[in-house]
DNA sequence: AATATATTTGACCGACTAGTCAACTATTTT
DNA sequence: AAAATAGTTGACTAGTCGGTCAAATATATT
């Protein structure tokens, strides 16, 4: 009952994937949000007590839309190292289309906003942690299915190499962040993963 | 000639280097860091044109200092599993200093400055470019001289391995920032250095 | 039609933002 | 001692910050 919305949470939400994103945190301002999204800031406030909030919600949809895509590409019914390949594509491929929407190649929206907060915002800190719990599930899953097909040593410590694996993916992010290239991506991504993994040469096809 | 200093830029510097290192460069103002360094604002625009001018020479100040300490690590003289495996017990026993000393890990400064900064401010975003680049010249001269030694395939591409190398360590360190917690880097850094550099493991003792 | 309720609006707040400037002080040069 | 100069100060902008609030509006229930 009462008034219906025009969307204007959803609006508000997406603005601010898209600001923050672009820039960071700190770098945006409600009134700059309001007013991409054209919103009064009283609507702001109605649905969110602070701007760290929407901060918070605004990661949520970011973590759905991930999951997502994700589920279908770390899907058991693939081939493991079709999965890592796979990824390393959709990482390329996103960031591009991002790089020529905006203007500029933006990495991770969840590293820029975790690294950038880090011990300022807890609530939002655990919500990045949060995703690198997730990410590093696709990964170890991914790994033990190496594992049982015998390209990979079962010897293997799961949980430490699926992190080693996540950082090496953020650190190469924030390269082409700060260098505004991808082009060290494509060069880099696919066969540093697999070399992290310690998958020989002739084991990096599906089949 | 004319009045003597007191240390006003210096103080203004080093003030700077710990204010955004510790929260981010939007999140620290002009006023918080003259406060913390006991100077007037005037005082402020007097060495620096702005805010920004300020990071760039915080940032320079960085670099001399790793330069220095980099330069003991990747010395010639020393093996170069050494020089690696030394470089990974420093990163781990500065980043515990620096936690102890400022309550949160905080991560690589010129990753967190150049990824929060990367498409607002070019000046700073090369700086940390250049940072890239220096730091990958002692991965890459310790690389050759691993392939000298015959630790390591002479078919290996040096400048993108050191590349990974560089992007795994970032990565590693945004994520003890994140997490607020050193213990992974003590477990996985120095192995996945070596993982990424695909050295053998009776090749990872440096006689 | 009247009421209850959810949404929207725009004016408003005090604190803070980066940056300016003229005056003042201490030092060296002449 | 006087002049020139470099460093320091504190008061000052004009604009922006995150956040508040009472009133207006639109919809669903009664």
Chains 1, 2 share one sequence.
């Not at 950082?167 to 924030?174: T, V, Y």
Request: glycine content about 6%.
């Amino acid at each position: 009952m009462g008034r219906t919305s025009t969307g204007t949470k959803e609006k508000l939400i997406e603005t601010a994937r898209e600001l923050i994103w672009r820039e960071s945190y700190n770098a945006v301002s409600v009134d700059e949000i309001c007013k991409r999204a054209d919103v009064k800031k009283g609507s702001f406030y109605h649905y969110f007590p602070s701007k760290a909030h929407l901060a918070v919600e605004a990661m949520d949809a970011g973590m759905q839309e991930m999951k997502d895509i994700y589920d279908d590409i770390f899907s058991p019914t693939r081939p493991p190292v079709e999965r890592f390949r796979l990824m390393a594509q959709h990482v390329i491929d996103h960031q591009k289309e991002i790089a020529a929407e905006y203007g500029h190649v933006c990495g991770c929206p969840f590293a820029g906003l975790g690294s950038e907060i880090a011990g300022q915002n807890d609530v939002i800190s655990e919500k990045v942690a949060d995703i690198c719990v997730k990410k590093s599930a696709y990964y170890q899953s991914a790994l033990r299915d190496l594992i049982a097909e015998g390209r990979v040593d079962a010897s293997l410590n799961v949980e430490a190499k699926a992190n080693e694996l996540f950082s090496f993916i953020i650190g190469q992010m924030i390269m082409a962040k700060i260098w505004n290239d991808l082009t060290f991506l494509e060069k880099n991504l696919e066969r540093g993963i697999f070399d992290l993994i310690g998958l020989k040469m002739n084991m990096r096809e599906a089949i």
